[in-house]
């Protein structure tokens, strides 16, 4: 990387702070150019410094960290990446500030912090630069696009035959909401996966179930895979998609990280090239590295539709432009476009068992 990241970190904890800093200035690409108690300064130094990345977080004295991030996207879009706790409010906080535009987020340890940072150190500085690199769009009105109506209903998907496979990563959450809404109530089956610790895919299931038509919620082991339905992976487990007779049912494991990721896109999608073949669609979403790639190379040579997000529309540019390189995807399309095409794809009738 040619000019330094220049970070600015934003926490109440002067341990954090010191953590944080000596953490990413390790990496020669890395420049703490400042660190604020909370927002009020950060707001100063955000103005003097003009820093590429702010690490912002969640809780914090005089204004916490979404009211911040809020103003921030309004006034002046730039990366954002939150620090939050591995706890419910974390997650919700989380969930609600990549709505707003965060690029991505580093998750507190809760036991042993000092330690525990420090073996997420690689994580953190490869946070740092892809959200360097990141494009951000403000996204402060997320709330009232979310509830903008879903896509109308067609008629014509109650059946079982096809399954849409989705996988996401960093930025996934807003791309993944967007694809979801733009689905009917009886939109076929949806089997996704997006990298998140355990805990936050919970609440990010009852998130989109609040928003979308179709039904969300995180898979179980062993369920019956519906109509109208979509199965979130949970955080830590790999989710699988086995057919039993005539029916696709969640199979959900604890096996080794693939491709760095448990959830793994790519085991999702090799399952779903076994078990569905021709009958699915396969969607790869913005996200980080190329897990995914391989497997949706699998999906489009056992005969299902393949989708990329484009270029343009995602905050990482990683996974899909993986895929397109593999020859995965056979076609790219912005994020508002990617509902519409899982829907014209499943009512090609030309069905493969």
């Known amino acids: 990387m040619g000019d330094k990241v220049r970070v600015l970190v934003v926490d109440d904890s002067a341990l954090m702070r010191q953590l944080l800093s000596t953490m990413m200035q390790s990496d020669p690409d890395i420049e703490v150019v400042g660190v604020a108690p909370d927002p009020l300064v950060a707001r100063q130094m955000i103005k003097d ?3 590429d990345v702010v690490t912002l977080d969640v809780e914090m004295p005089n204004m916490d960290g979404i009211s911040f991030l809020e103003k921030i996207m309004k006034l002046r879009p730039m990366p954002v990446l939150m620090i939050s706790s591995l706890t419910q409010a974390g997650a919700e906080a989380t969930l609600q500030a990549l709505e707003l535009g965060a690029v991505d987020y580093i998750a507190k340890p809760k036991v042993d912090l000092q330690q525990g940072l420090a073996e997420k150190q690689a994580e953190i500085v490869e946070k740092v630069k892809i959200a360097a690199k990141a494009r951000v769009r403000s996204r402060a009105n997320a709330a009232a ?21 989705i996988g996401a990563s960093t930025g996934g959450v807003e791309a993944l909401r967007e694809v979801l809404c733009g689905l009917p109530a009886d939109s076929p089956a949806v089997v996704a996966t997006q990298h998140m610790p355990a805990g936050f895919t919970t609440r990010f299931a009852e998130r989109l179930n609040t928003l979308a038509q179709v039904t969300v919620q995180e898979a179980a082991d062993g369920q ?52 569905a073949r021709g009958n699915a669609i396969g969607v790869i979403l913005t996200g980080m590295g190329k897990d995914g790639a391989e497997g949706l190379k699998q999906m489009r040579a056992a005969g299902a539709a393949t989708i990329g997000q484009n270029e343009a529309t995602c905050i990482v540019y990683g996974m899909p432009k993986a895929a397109h390189a593999l020859g995965a995807t056979q076609i790219e399309l912005p994020i508002e476009k990617v509902a519409t095409a899982i829907l014209d794809r499943c009512s090609d009738r030309h069905v493969r068992i």
């Open 145 to 165: 696009r979310a509830a903008a109506p879903a896509a109308t209903a067609r008629a014509g998907f109650s059946t079982t035959e096809r399954i849409v496979a």
């Open 49 to 51: 410094l003009n820093p």
């Open 224 to 275: 019956r895979i519906l109509p109208g339905h979509v199965y979130i992976a949970p955080g830590n487990w790999h989710l699988e998609v086995v057919r039993t007779g005539a029916n696709y049912t969640c199979r959900l494991g604890d096996g080794p990280a693939v491709s760095g990721h448990r959830p793994s896109v790519d085991v999702l999608f090799r399952s779903v090239a076994t078990s």
